[in-house]
């Protein structure tokens, strides 16, 4: 295979190389095949090397928490990078600003601002994901959005180059960054306001209570499926569709929100795919809007799919 024989410079690697790694394991919905190659990098340094050295035509992908992510059946061509526990740590940088890896967690980065005595940050507990995958999409949640308190980001690019990209260098829109496919986010610079240290923990605590209430967290599920129209809440268009509760195979709209997909138990990536596509079609055709995906939907279908 082209990928293997592109992977000889993979015995030099100081992290983890692994052939045929199963993802379902690492991903919210426990459903998808696997990953051509597995790289969990030791380092930066270790991770541009490793790019700078792989065949440019073999695709590049990163792999955060796993949550909005459905990896389809037939698995993930090319290379999956999961930034692993040298990457997850967040660092006060000044009374206003901390400095993040790209594999931290958002509960993580509002905990640490919290004691460090730095407001703002605190939506950034509600998204279920990493550092790297919020600043790649532009992440946000009760009323913020990254690009609200980021002031740079170092990366990775595909060709193994490192930079450090300020705030307008990353295009930011509606759940979107103009980063190129293959570039790895290792890190993130953020800077909100002073703040108390009781407050920000009660809108911590408010957050958490919200999403409580409101997100079915304790399932297989992919976080948010469809971004907001434009004038419109995705939820409440999928629910005037007549939409929830709706079931393909064991994948489910669900009952608590209806802009969440359940995998109930044994449902393929197939069938969680299949009934959002399903959603989108009957959304369309109740109300006129079309709605898109946020979820991202990776790798081949699998044998039988449509």
């Known amino acids: 295979m082209?990928?293997?024989?592109?992977?000889?410079?993979?015995?030099?690697?100081?992290?983890?190389?692994?052939?045929?790694?199963?993802?379902?394991?690492?991903?919210?919905?426990?459903?998808?095949?696997?990953?051509?190659?597995?790289?969990?990098?030791?380092?930066?340094?270790?991770?541009?090397?490793?790019?700078?050295?792989?065949?440019p035509a073999v695709p590049v992908m990163a792999l955060g928490l796993g949550s909005n992510l459905i990896v389809r059946d037939g698995g993930v061509p090319g290379v999956v990078v999961r930034l692993g526990k040298p990457f997850s740590f967040a660092e006060k940088l000044d009374e206003t600003t901390l400095r993040c890896g790209g594999g931290t967690s958002g509960i993580l980065v509002s905990s640490t601002a919290r004691d460090a005595g730095i407001a703002g940050l605190e939506f950034l507990r509600s998204i279920p994901g990493t550092v790297g995958g919020f600043v790649r999409m532009n992440g946000g949640a009760y009323g913020r959005e990254v690009k609200d308190v980021l002031v740079e980001a170092e990366v990775v690019l595909r060709s193994g180059e490192r930079r450090v990209l300020a705030l307008g260098e990353l295009g930011y829109t509606y759940r979107h960054s103009a980063l190129?496919?293959?570039?790895?986010?290792?890190?993130?610079?953020?800077?909100?306001?002073?703040?108390?240290?009781?407050?920000?923990?009660?809108?911590?605590?408010?957050i958490a209570a919200a999403r409580e209430a409101s997100q079915p967290l304790r399932s297989k599920t992919g976080g948010s499926t469809f971004k907001n129209p434009e004038g419109h809440k995705a939820w409440e268009l999928v629910d005037a569709a007549g939409c929830r509760g709706l079931t393909i195979g064991d994948a489910q709209v669900s009952e608590k929100h209806c802009n969440f997909l359940l995998n109930l138990g044994a449902a393929t990536s197939?069938?969680?795919?299949?009934?959002?596509?399903?959603?989108?079609?009957?959304?369309?055709?109740?109300?006129?809007?079309?709605?898109?995906w946020e979820i991202q939907r990776v790798g081949h279908y699998g044998e039988g799919a449509a």
């Open 2 to 55: 082209t990928t293997s024989s592109a992977l000889i410079a993979g015995d030099a690697v100081r992290g983890s190389l692994k052939a045929a790694a199963p993802l379902a394991p690492l991903v919210w919905f426990k459903a998808g095949g696997a990953a051509e190659w597995l790289f969990e990098p030791k380092d930066v340094d270790d991770l541009s090397a490793f790019l700078a050295a792989l065949d």
């Open 180 to 206: 190129p496919d293959g570039t790895i986010v290792v890190s993130a610079t953020f800077r909100a306001e002073r703040g108390e240290p009781a407050a920000i923990q009660a809108e911590m605590d408010r």
């Open 270 to 292: 197939a069938d969680i795919e299949a009934l959002g596509e399903e959603v989108i079609r009957r959304v369309k055709a109740q109300s006129g809007v079309t709605l898109e």
